[in-house]
């Protein structure tokens, strides 16, 4: 069972929806024993980062750093890789989980923010998550903060500069873009996760 | 100056009424064109980048069909799905937004009360709200805001609107020329350059949509982030396919799936 952390930032239907097409079970849950009793644990989210308030601390961060220390392959969507990093400027008052080092910033007045739509991603060869994902494919991405590479970037995007489109260390995995809104290429990295 | 590689968006728009998709073609004849869930995931399938569906009657008795509609649509697809009509509240935007579609485009609901923009984006994101402008030509560079289906005008200069929607949080604009609309003769170029370059948020190029070429014209001359179009991809006029590789040809990043 992989449980969809629902946290209150935005709509978590659409990845329900597509790990259950791909033929696996979830639930997209706000309990905290549910969480420790997946396998998996997807952390979706769009919006503010302060959104990501009660993964901080209290049942929620618990149960998910809980999974963390079992080595439960854990996936974070947009928001969620941004909260993977060690916090962002968005809400300088708050940490992030730091799996990944360095801070989003938002992207400047140079382009249009958010970065809306389709975009292509460099793909490291080393990566687990993005097996089969040829460098220069397309996925869907919309946000206005930006993660910044770091070593365990394992793809990248480019939109005013490069940042971290996918990052990966042991069982702990982000990627900005949106894998359940990216047609069959996104549907295969979220497949590629719901194997491990 | 690395070269840009964000897509630009070929969207598909189902007109939908009483759960059937509909096109009135110049406004005289409706068209029955077929189920949204199947045409979605068929546009989907032919390489279109999002799919809008609006609901062109909008009337409270058929809101639970259209719900219906957007539930089955979404099941069906997994890119972005934006749904318009009749949305009126921050309970609207909620009551579709449940049923798995990722955005909601508002029109006239947002020239009466402009906080609504605001009240979405706050609780789903920026993202997630779409800001319809119906415009129609009043002068050599000036555009007119209509409501209520272009029946009626707001009184609002389109590039005004458009600049005092993004600071209320729309995150995108989806731009109609109704002296354009149902015509096939091409998009307005002029109105979407002038409302493109002026907000610094993506414009979605709307009405006008014949030919291929219609879609170079506008990312080339009309500066859109999107273009969106309903009868042409409907009735077989032309493939989505075919209008990318007509793109690519003239150099405009664009994200190929056959």
Not at chain 1, 85 to 109: D, Y
Not at chain 2, 89 to 96: E, F, P, Q, T
Request: aromatic share 8%; charged share 20%; proline share 4%.
């Amino acid at each position: 069972m992989i449980a969809i952390v629902d946290y209150g930032a935005g709509n978590l239907a659409s990845v329900a929806k597509a790990i259950g097409h791909l033929g696996h079970n979830s639930v997209v849950t706000a309990d905290a024993d549910e969480i420790r009793r997946a396998d998996k644990v997807i952390i979706p989210g769009v919006g503010n980062f302060t959104a990501t308030l009660p993964l901080a601390n209290g049942d929620f961060g618990t149960a998910v750093r809980q999974a963390i220390a079992e080595e439960k392959p854990l996936l974070g969507i947009c928001l969620g890789l941004q909260w993977m990093f060690e916090g962002s400027e968005e809400a300088p008052e708050m940490n992030g989980l730091a799996t990944f080092r360095g801070t989003c910033t938002r992207f400047s007045e140079a382009v249009k923010s958010p970065h809306v739509g389709w975009n292509r991603i460099e793909v490291q060869p080393r990566s687990r998550l993005l097996k089969g994902i040829l460098s220069g494919a397309y996925l869907y991405f919309t946000h206005s903060y930006r993660a910044p590479i770091c070593d365990d970037t394992i793809a990248t995007c480019f939109y005013e500069q490069k940042f971290t489109a996918a990052a990966e260390r042991g069982p702990l995995f982000g990627v900005q873009f949106h894998p359940e809104k990216s047609g069959t290429v996104g549907l295969k990295v979220l497949g590629n996760f719901c194997a491990f | 100056m690395r070269s840009e590689t964000l897509a630009k968006r070929i969207i598909a728009c189902l007109d939908v009424d009483g759960g059937r998709v509909v096109k009135g073609v110049q406004f005289e004849q409706i068209r029955d064109a077929g189920d949204p869930a199947e045409l979605a995931a068929a546009h989907s399938e032919a390489g279109a980048d999002e799919i809008v569906l609006l609901d062109i009657t909008a009337t409270a008795h058929s809101r639970n069909t259209l719900l219906e509609t957007v539930r089955r649509t979404a099941n069906q697809i997994f890119i972005p799905f934006t749904v318009g009509g009749g949305i009126r509240s921050l309970d609207d935007a909620a009551a579709v937004l449940d049923c798995g579609c990722d955005k909601v485009a508002i029109n006239s609901a947002a020239v009466a009360d402009p906080l609504l923009i605001s009240r979405i984006a706050s609780r789903y994101g920026s993202q997630a709200v779409v800001l319809a402008i119906d415009a129609r030509q009043s002068g050599t560079t000036a555009w007119e805001v209509y409501v209520w289906g272009g029946r009626k005008p707001a009184g609002l200069d389109a590039q005004a609107w458009a600049k005092r929607t993004e600071a209320m949080g729309a995150g995108e604009i989806l731009l109609t020329s109704m002296d354009r609309d149902g015509t096939q003769s091409g998009f307005d170029c002029s109105l979407t350059r002038t409302i493109a370059t002026a907000a610094r948020i993506p414009v979605i190029a709307s009405g006008g949509a014949g030919e291929p070429r219609h879609f170079v014209e506008v990312f080339q001359q009309g500066a859109a982030d999107a273009a969106l179009a309903a009868s042409v991809f409907h009735f077989g006029l032309k493939s989505v396919n075919s209008i990318k590789q007509e793109m690519r040809d003239a150099g405009i990043p664009v994200r190929l799936t056959c």
